[in-house]
Every structure is written in C-alpha cells, then in structure tokens.
C-alpha cells in the first residue's frame, strides 16, 4: 500500500495535530517492525528445513553404507564357510598349509577385503586356526569377540541348516568392528560326509577405523564419517552400531545449506530494517518541525511519503529475492495473496489464482492441501510435497509450509524442490539399472528374483532363469574400441527385451552378461524354443557406421524349484550351465543337472592341485629329440611339460593347459617351463637347441619378452639355441599387437616358428609379413601321406615356400620309415615323431645323447 496526500485538506498544526501525527508514526513504525521479524523468522524457518533434510538424508545415507558393509560381508563369509573343501580342511581336520599356503581362506582375505582378524573355532569352543592382518597366528578369538564370542557361535550353529551366517556390530578396544559367523557345512558338495559333531565356526573381523570410515562415507556422499567421541555422541549426527549403540555409533558432518541461506538472508534483513529506523528518525524530526510551520510540514509530508514508498519497496525486493513464493487462503480456503515470485516460479498469473481455492492448484499423494491443513495440533515446522501443473503443462513439484493466522485462515510459503525430487528418482534408478542399457542390474535382479521365489513357484508353473553370455564379443572392443561395444551391448539389450514376454525380467549383471527371469515358461520345450528365438537375434549382424559385427551367446538354464529354491543357488546353478554351454561349442544352450555341479567342484580342486603342483615344483618336463632328415643327426629337442599327479596320476597337457590359460596360472606355468627347459638345454652339446612352445594367452597377460629374457640371463643358454613355437591363433586374435611383441622377441635373439603350420586359414600372409625363422607342418598331413597324393604335394609345397623364405620346415607325427622317406623325396629339412624317438625323461635323454656320442666316436675310430 502507498498513501497520496492530498494538498486541499491539510490544517495548519495544532498540538493535538502533532500527537497523532507522531501517534501514527509509531504505529506504522510497529508495523514494520513486526514484517522485519516475519521475514526473519520465515527465513530462519526455511534454514532450520533445509538443515533438517539434508541431516535426514546424511543419516539415510549412512544406514545404507552400514548396510551395504554387512550384505557384503555376509556374502563373503556365506562364500566360504559352506563349501566342502573348507568343512574337509578346516573341520574334519585343521589343514593351515591348505588354507593359509594354498591362499584359499588366507592372507588374501586381509589383502583383498581388509579383514583384520580371521578365526576358525571348533566344536569344542577353542580357537584352532586364526589370520591376523594377513599373518598366520597361534590367536585366541576370545580378546577380539569379547561377550560376543558365545551368541556368535550359536546364533551361527543356528544357521547351518539354512546356511544362514549371523553378523554383529561389536567394541572392539574401543574401536566398532562387524563380525560376521557362518557355520562350517560341506555346502552342495556330495564328495563330503558330514559328522554329527557341532559345527565349527568360521569368523570374519572388519575392524571399522577412521580411515575405512571415511573411505566409505566418500563413496555414499557422508562427508566426514568418522568413529563418534563420547563428546560427539551427544549430538544429531549419530548412528548407533550394535544393540542401543553397544560397539559405538558414527558421526558425520552434515551440509548445512540453511546456515549458508541465513548467513545471505539475515543481514539483508538487518539493512533494510536499520535504513528504515533511519528513516523514522528522519521522518520524526521532520514531523515535529511541520507542526510548527504548515508550509514545513507539507513539504517534510512528501519528503516523508517518499521514503516511506522507498521502503516498502526495499522490503518489497527483500521477500521476492527469495526462491519462494508467499500465499494466503481465508478460512474457506481461497487465495487472498500471492507474492510476485508465484508468477515467476509456476509460471501462473497471480490475478487468476486470488479468490481461488488452494485444492483446485495444489494436489498431494496423501490427500487435499485443505485436509492436511485442517488436522488438529499439527506441527507448524512439518512440511508437505505438493504437485501442479505450470503453463506448459509440466508438472512441478513443490514443499508447502503453513501457520495459522489469527484472524483465521492460513499464512506460508512453498518452495520449488522438482529438481531435488527428479535428482532423487534419478539416484534411486540407477542404483536398480544399469547405466548403459537402462536394464535392471544386480539390485534390482535380487529384489525381483526373490519376490518371484517368495511365490513359491511348482513344477507346474516353474520360475526359469536364463543366464546369457555373448561370444565374440571382446574382439568388438579390442577392434572397433569401446563406443562400438557399447552400441552392440544397447542393440542386444533391445533385442532380449523384444523376445520376453510382459512380466518377465531381463537384467544386465556384468560386461557382457545377462540374466533372464521367465515366470509364465511351463514346459522344456517352450524354454528351448525361447533360447533358439534368443539366440537367432543375437546372432542378426548389427551395423556400425556401414559395418556389419557378429556376435553369438550361449545360455545356461536353471529352473526353480526343480533345481533350487534360493536366489544365490538358482543363480549359481544357471552359471554352471553357462560354463557347460560354452564348452559345448558356444552358440547354445545347457540346463543344469546335477553332475555339472561335480565337473565345476572338479575342476576347482584340479586348478587348486594345479597351483600347489606349480608352486612345490611337482610338474616334469620330457624332452622329444628333432633330427635331420638327411642324415638323421640331432638338432635339438622340444621341451613337453608332465604332471604326474600324487592320487589322479598322469594328467594330459591338453586336460590342464586350459585350466592353467582360464585361470591365469598359464604365466608362472610357462615361467616354469621355460627357466627349466633352458637350465637343462644350456648343459646339451652347443649345437643342439631347445624349443619351448608358447600360450596364445602368454601375449596377452604378462610382459612376455622381459620374461623370456629373465630366463635367458638366469640359466645363461645363449639366445639363438632357443626357440619359441606360437600357433596361429596368436595372429588371429591381435595381429598387430603380436608383431611387435616378436619384434622384441627376435631382438633377444631367439628363433621363432610357427606350429601347426597349414590348419589356419591365413598363414601364407602371416609367414610374409612376422619375423619367423622356420615352421612345423601340421601332423594330420603325414597321416595320409601315402594314401592321398593331394597331401604329398601339399606338404611338397610347404617345403618349397619355407624353402623360398628361408625358413627352416619340421615335420610332426613322423610314425614309419616310408614317412621319413617321402620326406627325404620331398627334401623336407627336420623331422619329430614316435618313429624317430618318444619323448624323453631327462635321465633318458642324456642316455640317447650319450649313445650318440659314443657312437659317432666308434665311427670316427
């Protein structure tokens, strides 16, 4: 409101005159004395908000981080207390060397997931193995459990059937720690018979310092998290750890955004109410010298009314500076204000909304504005989310205060919080999908997953689980580069989608690895006929930028309750099933059964065995001889490694190597071979060589010429009298990474050939273009050499172009003495085979060469 004086009425003063001149100038004085506080404590009530949601959201934040911590850890523990190797080795018997040595329940549990102490506690309630930070230790649980020990161990023993582990928060010396206990069961393991003594007991420590406080506090958003001090656990930022905070309680330091607003807010407020006692006093002795000369009065009357606009004005700008808009309703729920900031925040005009109800604007999910206003002794701090429609017809979010007015009706402020609503949703969604392809993810896939099996479902209407792996699909991000896999990830994310049915899930759970929920699948041939439709869309070429890429999957099928009941199972269960669709040749599928689950605890011990026997040097290398056709001398010998098993016996290399390459144990495997080949070739006659044969994976792991080149120095064979033997597919996988790896091979100055020379499908182009001294020719063409003339000319060809390049051409499989002479026919230069020698122990070898030896001085004689 602003007054206009009008000239024709105004008296000459008289001292009633100034009286109520100066009576009205203390009321107006009042009034605005009574906005300033209004908009102070609106102010400081908006501050007081904004703190309290960002305290409410730190401590969520924080109780999930607590939570995540206590998931991990009982999944972590569940991993390896029901596992039948762990119940043969750490409860039938204690076996450290298996679980320290051997690194299966070891240091690796410090190194990797920072358990500070790892116990292992009999029937009989005595501490029989124990891991402390990494180290094997004579450790008593007892100083680190405390009163915990005993609920511990029963509630976990309690568990075993169920295969349940038991997790608390507990003091340890003064510092929280999260212990988790799981029973010690032989798990699905059938090879293992359980006894009927208690349950040994298996115990992970996570010792929760400051350091892995603030670690996890960074990547929930807590800033600060941090073990509270008796001092700090007097405060709001706690959260208590154990039963009414028993093991301590966390204290963070929440954002304090409204501190900041009141820090901007409250001295704007303090100028504007200082300027306007300014004015009051100026205003005052000017009234006072008006009613002593009329002419003087009038004039310090304007002078007056213009200041006073100027500060209506002032405090005008203060309240539409804020981000909220003001309103008011009557007692029947109409607007009777709104300030100029609604215009600007909802994009609606003030003039049609005065007189209107507030329902007919605002919408809320629990009900109308109207209802929740009128609930008796609500609290006047306790806030609202509402929904309206701005002029574009977006919806808007907003949170709505109100206080009642003493005249009746209501008083507020609403502030626009669509895009802290939107960010939240947002958070919330990407905890539960995938960020690429927009599927569900693991979180979500365990949520859906459990809900469905909580369903109990029949073996009339089974719940099925596919578990899907795409083949060929690295070679589209080693080639085409990371952009181009991410678009064939998306276009196959769409097309699983397309194949399922409404209802159904299709999940993202890994790089290139899928899960997919069927509830409504009853019959075999139905999920058969799905995965053929699967994996025929998969297999349609997707097109980039004018480039058609190919990619295949196989599928792993499980089914409850059939095969499982639990989550964990059904999921581990379709894995197996994977695993034998990929051996199976890849473009397929498998369910599981029972005896797959056997095959995978097989190969586990093997590539357990496989370690040790690498590690205790248990593997033998035999040696077979290479000759000259010609003449029939030695020239040297290819090394084979054996394993001779202490229970199974002779392994075959083509039943470990593939462990050894899937596993990674392929480098120190190789390491091996060539630090023993070498230390025994560098004793031989100098003329005589050594050749070692090479993993494809080798030129993909590990830094290949530094190896070879530790080996060379270590035994101290020169470089030339060895030789290393690739297969093509090293070429096939990454060419160009292969050629400059045999660059720096050959710059040792090793020989390199290619084996199995004539089976790939490139090998001419590959013989021009890399650095090799010679070739093998593949055994199946001997095998048919003096049946098939086609083959004769064949291996004839390959002697004459290794000829032409100057290679050196070896023959495989030689079995008879017309094989070594339709070689000689064909001027072949080197030769190995059963008929010119087996392999060789290296007590049998040194044998041959001594005969050798002796014979060729009986001829020189």
């Not at 997931?113 to 008593?140: N, P």
């Amino acid at each position: 409101m602003s007054y206009q004086p009008n000239p024709d009425v105004i008296k000459p003063a008289t001292p009633s005159t100034v009286a109520l001149a100066r009576g009205s100038l203390f009321k107006f004085v009042f009034l605005l004395a009574g906005v300033f506080l209004l908009a102070a404590y609106l102010l400081m009530f908006l501050a007081r908000d904004l703190d309290h949601t960002e305290e409410l959201e730190s401590a969520f934040y924080t109780e999930k981080a607590m939570r995540s911590l206590e998931k991990t850890l009982t999944v972590t523990v569940k991993d390896y207390a029901f596992w039948g190797d762990a119940y043969r080795y750490l409860h039938l018997k204690v076996d450290p060397d298996w679980a320290f040595v051997r690194q299966n329940i070891g240091s690796t549990l410090y190194s990797d997931f920072g358990f500070q102490g790892v116990f292992v506690i009999d029937d009989a309630d005595r501490t029989v193995y124990a891991v402390v930070e990494g180290e094997l230790e004579k450790a008593d649980a007892e100083p680190w459990l405390g009163p915990a020990r005993d609920l511990l161990l029963a509630r976990a023993r309690e568990g075993a059937e169920t295969e349940t582990p038991f997790t608390a928060f507990i003091d340890l010396n003064g510092t929280p720690a999260l212990v988790a206990a799981a029973a010690i069961t032989p798990g699905t393991d059938p090879s293992v018979s359980a006894d009927d003594r208690l349950h040994s007991v298996l115990i992970f420590v996570d010792v929760l310092d400051d350091a892995k406080l603030a670690v996890l506090g960074k990547e929930y958003g807590v800033e600060g998290l941090h073990v509270a001090t008796p001092d700090e656990r007097q405060q709001v930022s706690i959260f208590p750890l154990g039963e009414g905070g028993a093991a301590g309680a966390l204290h963070w330091t929440p954002p304090a955004p409204g501190q900041r607003l009141l820090a901007l807010g409250l001295p704007l407020i303090g100028l504007a109410a200082a300027l306007v006692c300014l004015m009051t006093w100026a205003i005052l002795r000017r009234t006072t010298a008006a009613a002593r000369s009329l002419d003087d009065s009038y004039a310090s009357l304007q002078k007056s009314e213009s200041a006073l606009a100027t500060s209506e004005a002032r405090f005008r700008d203060v309240v539409e500076a804020s981000s909220d808009w003001v309103w008011e309703i009557d007692s029947e729920g109409r607007f009777t204000y709104l300030s100029d900031r609604f215009e600007c925040v909802t994009g609606l005009h003030r003039t049609q909304w005065i007189g209107a109800l507030m329902d007919d604007l605002l919408q809320t999910e629990l009900g109308q504005v109207s209802q929740w206003l009128a609930i008796p002794n609500r609290r006047p701090d306790i806030t609202i989310q509402c929904r309206y429609l701005e002029t574009c017809g977006r919806e808007r979010i907003s949170r709505l205060s109100a206080r009642a007015m003493v005249a009746g009706g209501f008083r507020g402020t609403a502030t626009d919080v669509t895009e802290e609503v939107e960010a939240r949703r947002r958070i919330e969604f990407l905890s539960q999908h995938d960020a690429l392809t927009g599927l569900p993810n693991r979180v979500r896939l365990q949520e859906f997953l459990d809900g469905k099996l909580k369903a109990l479902p029949t073996l009339d209407s089974p719940l099925v689980m596919l578990s899907i792996d795409l083949d060929r699909f690295k070679p589209v991000n080693d080639l085409l580069g990371h952009a181009a896999g991410d678009r064939v990830l998306n276009d196959v994310s769409s097309r699983l989608s397309d194949c399922v049915r409404h209802g159904d899930l299709v999940a993202r759970v890994g790089g290139d690895e899928f899960v997919l929920i069927l509830s409504e699948a009853q019959t075999q041939d139905e999920v058969e006929s799905l995965c053929r439709r699967l994996i025929e869309s998969i297999e349609r070429p997707v097109l980039i930028d004018d480039q058609e890429i190919f990619v295949s999957a196989s599928i792993g099928i499980a089914m409850a309750p059939t095969d499982a009941r639990e989550a964990a199972e059904l999921l581990r269960y379709a894995d197996i099933a994977l695993y034998e669709a990929k051996a199976g040749g890849r473009g397929t599928w498998r369910f599981y059964a029972g005896d797959m689950n056997a095959r995978i605890i097989e190969r586990r011990r093997l590539e357990s065995d496989l370690r040790y026997a690498i590690k205790h040097n248990e593997l033998r290398l035999h040696f077979q001889p290479r000759f000259r056709i010609a003449d029939g001398e030695m020239v040297g010998a290819e090394a084979l490694v054996r394993w001779q098993h202490p229970q199974r016996g002779l392994i075959p290399p083509d039943t470990f190597i593939p462990i050894a390459e899937e596993s990674g144990l392929i480098i120190p495997l190789s390491d091996w071979v060539m630090t023993q080949a070498c230390s025994e070739a560098a004793r031989w006659p100098k003329q005589l060589f050594i050749s070692i044969n090479l993993s494809p994976a080798e030129f993909k792991r590990g830094n290949l010429p530094a190896r070879i080149q530790f080996a060379l120095k270590a035994t101290g064979i020169e470089p030339s009298r060895v030789e290393l033997e690739i297969t093509e597919g090293v070429m096939i996988e990454d060419a160009v990474g292969a050629l400059d790896v045999m660059r720096t091979l050959k710059q040792l100055g090793v020989r390199i050939a290619m084996d199995d020379f004539g089976t790939g499908y490139s090998s001419l182009s590959y013989l021009r273009t890399f650095p090799f001294d010679g070739l093998k020719i593949d055994r199946s063409f001997l095998t048919r050499l003096s049946e098939s003339e086609g083959d004769r000319s064949i291996v004839q060809a390959i002697v004459g172009l290794g000829r032409a390049l100057s290679l050196t051409v070896t023959a495989e499989g030689i079995e008879t003495a017309e094989h070594v002479q339709l070689l000689k026919e064909v001027e072949c230069e080197e030769g190995q085979g059963y008929f010119l020698s087996h392999p060789l122990t290296t007590s049998d070898f040194h044998a041959l060469l001594a005969a050798r030896n002796t014979a060729a001085l009986g001829t020189n004689v």
